[in-house]
């Protein structure tokens, strides 16, 4: 018997619904759509406020997109300010009306937030950059978002995409200021274009990228803002600020420009389909561009996604078990402060580490022990990755393991120097382990040394800026594979797979897959799943596609758009389909 299953995907209605049940609640939107040419700076909804700065108030322009002689946005005419260029004595100061958040909550500040905006940048002055936000609410600073001369958007210094000269877009960017490795996305027209900040860089500072949330009515920051007059005309219809991280899951809801606004959806963003060669995914710290790293969900979420390893940094307890955990302390990821070695696996295990990330999806979330993350992945195929923060931590990990009933040949160990490569094989004698490191040796008779110390792989950083295909041929003709990390952009992963890797280290698991060749069906065959020639499943298809998620005690819950997780049913029709949908999308 066959089972005719339809590929289709979720419609724009069923992803709004989504983004207004989930995205938005128990949250401050604010929505301008600048209809009103008398008032043209009251909001539509929400509590934020914006005011003149300086002289700004003579200057803005209001009225509509025809009258400007615009082109009209898909759904008709709309209202329209034109702001000119301004000094940094000029502006429109922002009170967004939300409440401290994210790692900044202790400071009073608010450090998550999303910025939605439909512009047009005039052709006639489009080589310039305009700066689109100032959190310096005096404007001393430079700007902080901005359009680039090159079409280019997002944080300053690091922008990504391009749009186009005398055309609506729909600019969006989602920021999770924090000091030390504060991260960023944006988005052109429901399209998520790159991040910013990771790994080791600190470019989305809290200092720098974090806002003021006064109660009163002092500005917060400054709209089209900067120190140095690095601003231009700019056409805008709709501007949205909500006082939290929009996933690319909400943002790819909200579309393109829309003539009714920013919270109405526009076009379906485009997408697409990639053609870059593919290359294994490692998922950073779980898939940590849409979940808190190093937590549970963004573990299951990456391993929901068919990723090949799913790196997480380990860290000993007080009382020698191993957690989850990047940084020596507590601040940054979760609600609990002081060193994590500090703390016992119990006393971590009652650490929130999602609220900073998001209260609403991700409240739930506790520090796990590597012994829970483990069990994660039996039965997937998926491989853990550990990176191993310090010294003398192979009992731990040997221990959690055995708990999980696994090997230590199911993982991968990132040893950050010669000790560590010593350690590992000096704590699993009985099996070798898989230990990776991140040298680059140039003669035939170092990889020989390193195959002996039982490396299986290279991981280095950055290889999109300075690696070589070459370089990549001749790792792979010593025994050995090269990875990358960590690569948050297209660019960045588009050059990465040019010069020869074999695996890369990502934050955004959905944009790497979004980049190579679609998966098809001889690409999950290892999985046990058989597609016809016609794309239709057989009932036993149905079957072991089914228990493989069951076995690893998964549940198909991705009703959200981009597979955004929903943590609280089970499977449904709709589940299968859209993971038939990834597997079939664009093949023969």
Known sequence: MKISIRMRTLTMTAALTLFASSACAQFSPTVWNFDN??????????PGVLTFRGSTGTLMQAGTASS???????????????????TSAQGLNLDHGGTPNGTSVASGWLGNYTLVIDVLVPGA??????????????????????????????????????????RWHRLAFSIGAADGEGKAETYIDGVFVGG???TGQDVISAGRYAMYAYSDAQPDAVLFGDNNSETGPIYVASIMFIDRRLLASDIAALGGVSAAGVAT??????????????????????????????????VEVAIRQGVEAVEMDVRLSSDGQVVLMHDSSLDRTTACAGSTSSFTAAQLGACDNGTWFDPVRFGNQRVPRLADALKLFKGTGVTPYLDVKSPGMGPGIAAALAEAGLSVRDVWLWAYNRSQVTEFNATFTNVPPKIVVGEQPSTVAAFNELRGLNVVGLDIGGWWSGGTASYGDFVRSNGLWLSTYTAVSPDQI????????DKMETDYVGLQNRLMTPLCAADVA??????????ELT????????NWFSSANIRADIAGPGGAPVFDREFTADDIVLFINRFTTGCS
């Open 37 to 46: 040419a008398a008032a043209p700076r009251a909001s539509a909804s929400g």
């Open 68 to 86: 400007f002689g615009l082109p009209l946005p898909p759904g008709g005419n709309t209202g329209v300010v034109f702001i000119p260029t301004l």
């Open 526 to 535: 290892g999985r046990g799943l058989t597609l016809q020639p016609d794309g």
């Open 196 to 198: 910013h900040g990771g």
């Open 494 to 501: 588009l050059q990465s797979i040019a010069r020869g890797v």
């Open 539 to 546: 009932a036993d298809d149905v079957i072991v596609f089914i």
């Open 265 to 298: 959806p526009g076009p379906a963003p485009v997408v697409p389909t990639g053609t870059a060669r593919r290359v294994g995914i490692i998922a950073h710290r779980g898939d940590s561009g849409i979940a808190p790293e190093n937590s549970l969900a963004a």
């Open 125 to 166: 002055t489009f080589a310039r950059p305009r700066s689109l936000l100032n959190t310096s609410t005096s404007n001393e600073n430079n700007g902080d978002l901005f359009i680039y001369a090159s079409g280019a958007t997002g944080p300053d210094a690091s922008p990504r995409g391009q749009i186009q000269p005398d």
